[in-house]
């Protein structure tokens, strides 16, 4: 095993830089490979342009005949550019993308055949839903789900394969992927905010959310990854004692991008053009070996989808580099994990960022409208919010002193706390005029300024106001964004729903202008808020008791935060807001409850493999050298060989005493998995993988990382930290 271990070192150590050539301009590459706007105006009619542009614009349905001659033409331009087989690509609960090829080849008869792709082919089609996780909504006998055209969401060349965009549902309409629900709460989000946004503009017709993600990652040797059989079956390493030198000397952070993982970056980012995904930042993070991506912000559902997309094509651009990109949340214990910072926004289709402020006082009566809202949101839905990015491998990273805690709560900045501050004292009810001016001018009217210096932003916060959108930071480097964006529209959509009932009441029943209902009710807000409010260190220990104190939840595993998922009000939540029925919620729930079950349970068995059977065995290896040793000098020092051996002799023990403690954690570990295994009830079983079986990781890691350091390097079967991490 060694020897594999070695050939990976020497190998990778030749891997030179991959030459990329960019010969054309990024703006030139822009969208090539995508059948969008500009695309469709040249190969649709025009009756076919204007029905698909509505559907895009205003969710219109599009009919069999526009339909027909959509797919008629989006053949005719993949084939132009040399495509063979088209797929309904989705992104169904395993977290990760689907597809399935068909050619648009076909005979017919006296030994012809054409390429052909009709409208029926674009809408539907079903894929073999029974392999696909459904969290019981549909039996395996009645196999039934389809996939159907999001026309939101523009077609695309990926290789020599026209990929469509879309949903994917049971037979009996419930949702089995990710894109459904988020569609469906962008839709509650738009008409909620448009009625709002009409106290202020009776213009605004569409209010569209925006997501800029920030993806970070690792990038290891491939040959190096391959001879670690933990990443190559978890994504992680289960166990590996830390570097000597690991991120202390910040040295990595912002420094010059090694030339390896610079021409990965620059193939990257040309197919990433090439699928019209306006990837605009690259950097090195903290970590050694761990960079950062990040796009021009889209429409939410587009930037998730060219998230996901991203995802893929990032592991495929990796390996003609020769790397393994990791996405997971924590793959080396003690230093940085990645996370993906959502960067989130609202926006007019009149062009006003409804989380910007204006330059009058009623865009900022505006602003501070849809800000408070969202504090708001966040505040009643804390632990919905905090259940939306939970997973196994993101439990590793919140609360683990670098990323954002378990505790969800708002970073706004000083000076916002301070018009807040002053809002709070608004009159009830009525204002005189004097009031009215001096908040139009003093307080409302001074933000624009105010937050061009509001730079102070703290990196602690897992939802945190910079500037001109909120981001959300504590979603899981590997997750599919559609969870929390879902979560975080339907949340804030239901919050400006009753906002505006509030208000409305107010101005029918209290006789009070709009400006003065829309007062009194903030100052509630921010009054009703203040707990979610903070702006101190969310990493600190005294966070956890304040925040305690405060009332707010602190889930600091999965199978504790999955519950607020069908709470009664999370479930009353989605139904009213027509973003899921209680069958989808309950059915997510059980889905990632058991993704849960199964990465422990497959780490667990990863570990026990490693532990025992690779270093066990190199351990003893390393005893009986040292027992021979020891014989050896016994036989030339006789009497005095006691003090001679004795470094030798300790050795031998604490290696014994090593190797007790692994095969006995392992045993516990497997009796405690075997126990689990019979658990009917998922939430049990899930509770009893976190609570009986995970624990055992740390202590069997312990003694195996302690081996680590006594063992002769010569004979350690698994690739070091040190060369995963600094091989450039
Ligand atoms: P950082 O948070 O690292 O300082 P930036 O603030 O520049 O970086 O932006 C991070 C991400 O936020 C980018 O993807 C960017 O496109 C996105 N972003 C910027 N403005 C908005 C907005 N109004 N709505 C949503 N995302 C935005
Ligand atoms: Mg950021």
Known sequence: MSTLRFYAIKESSANKPIVVEEKERRSDLFGKNVFNENTMRQYLTKDAFVGVMNAIQYGKKIDRSIADQVAS????WALSKGVTHYTHWFQPLTGTTAEKHDAFFETVGNGMAIEKFG????????????????????????????????????AFIYGTTLCIPTIFVAYTGEALDYKTPLLRALNAVDNAATDVCKYFDKNVKKVTSSLGWEQEYFLIDRLLAASRPD???????????????????????????????????RELENECMLLGIPVKTRHNEVAPNQF???????????????NSLLMDVMGRVASRHNFKVLLHEKPFAGINGSGKHNNWSLSTDTGVNLLSPGKTPMSNLQFLTFFINTIKAVHENEELLRASIASASNDHRLGANEAPPAIMSVFIGEQLTKVLEELEGVTKGKLSPE???????????KIPDVLLDNTDRNRTSPFAFTGNKFEFRAVGSMANCGNPMTVLNT?????????????????????????????????????ATKAIRFEGNGYGKEWEAEAKKRGLSNNKTTPEALKAKISKKSIALFEEMNVMSKIESVSRYEIE?????????????????IARNHIVPTAVKYQNMLIENVKGLKEIFEEKFRTVAQEQISLIEEISSHIENINANVTKMTNERRKANVIEDVEKKA??????????????????????LLVDDEIWPLTKYRELLFTR
């Open 491 to 527: 949340i804030v959509a239901k919050q400006l729903i009753d906002f505006k009932k509030e208000v409305d009441l107010l101005i029918d029943k209290k006789d009070l202008k709009k400006d003065e209902a829309v007062f009194n009710v903030l100052r509630e807000y921010i009054k």
């Open 292 to 306: 950062e991506l990040a796009p021009i912000y889209e429409e939410a559902n587009l930037a998730v989808d060219h």
């Open 593 to 609: 409850m058991e993704a849960y079950i199964m990465h422990i349970q497959i780490e667990g068995r990863v570990l026990g493999d």
């Open 231 to 265: 990443i190559t079956l978890t994504g992680r390493t289960l166990l590996g004692h830390s570097s000597a030198k690991g991120q202390q000397l910040d040295d990595h952070y912002f420094g010059s991008i090694p030339s390896r993982a610079l021409n990965f970056m």
């Open 119 to 154: 409208g029926s082919q674009l809408v539907q089609q079903e894929p073999d839903a029974s392999s696909f996780p459904s969290g019981g909504i549909r039996n395996t006998f009645e196999a039934r789900g389809y996939t159907a055209w999001d026309p939101t969401s523009p």
């Open 73 to 76: 033409s989006m053949k005719d």
């Open 435 to 445: 009031e009215k001016t001096e908040l139009k001018l003093n307080v409302v009217g």
């Open 687 to 708: 509770m009893a993988y976190c609570n009986n079986v995970k624990p055992f990781f740390d202590e069997i890691r312990k003694h195996c990382d302690k081996l680590e």
